[in-house]
C-alpha cells in the first residue's frame, strides 16, 4: 500500500503565487486575484501567497486578512482590538474608512510589514498523517513543501482534507 506523500498532495511552486518581500499589497493582490488554482476539476482562489527574499529563501506568507490588515486606517488600529465600540462616536473618522485616494494609498505598503513567518515546513517525503499534525500543532492551512535545500511546493488543508476524506468514505 503506498503512504500519500507531502509531495503527491502539493501544489507545485510554480504554480502557487509567490511573490519577493519588497512588493507592495497592491502587487499582492493581483497576485491573489490572478492566482486561480484547480485541484481535482475545482477552481479557487489562494487565501495565501509566499513570500520570498532575493537569494529565493523563503520568509514567510501574506494572508488575505494580513492585507485587510495593511489596508487598515490607522484610527481603527488605535481603538479596542482594532473594533470600534461606538462608531457614532465620530462621524468625521468613520467617513475616512470610504477613503479610496487613502486606501490605495496604504495599497503601497511593501509586504514586508505585514507577512507572517512560516509556522511549519514538511518534507516532500513526509506523510499525510504528519502534515495533519502539523497544520494542527502549528493552527495553519497552508504548508510549504521542501525538497533538498528548496521549496517545491505548498501542501493546502483543502488538499488535505480531501485525501482524508477519500481515506474516510
Aim: overall charge negative; aromatic content about 8%.
Amino acid at each position: 500500500m503506498h503512504t500519500t506523500t507531502a509531495e503527491d498532495v502539493m501544489v507545485p511552486l510554480n504554480s502557487y503565487p509567490h511573490i519577493p518581500y519588497w512588493f507592495t499589497l497592491r502587487q499582492a493582490i493581483v497576485e491573489m486575484e490572478n492566482g486561480e488554482l484547480e485541484t481535482a476539476g475545482r477552481k479557487s482562489l489562494p487565501r495565501f501567497v509566499l513570500v520570498f527574499d532575493e537569494q529565493y529563501q523563503l520568509m514567510g506568507s501574506l494572508r488575505r486578512r494580513d492585507v485587510f490588515r495593511g489596508l487598515e486606517p490607522d484610527f481603527l488600529e488605535k481603538t479596542t482590538a482594532g473594533i470600534m465600540t461606538d462608531p457614532k462616536s465620530d462621524f468625521s473618522e468613520l467617513s475616512r474608512v470610504d477613503d479610496v485616494d487613502g486606501l490605495r494609498l496604504r495599497a503601497e505598503r511593501p509586504v514586508s510589514e505585514v507577512m507572517q513567518p512560516i509556522k511549519a515546513i514538511v518534507n516532500h517525503y513526509d506523510s499525510l498523517m504528519q502534515v495533519v499534525n502539523l497544520m494542527v500543532h502549528h493552527d495553519t492551512s497552508i504548508v510549504p513543501v521542501m525538497k533538498v535545500d528548496s521549496i517545491v511546493g505548498v501542501v493546502r488543508s483543502v488538499d488535505v482534507f480531501r485525501e482524508i476524506a477519500k481515506l474516510v468514505l
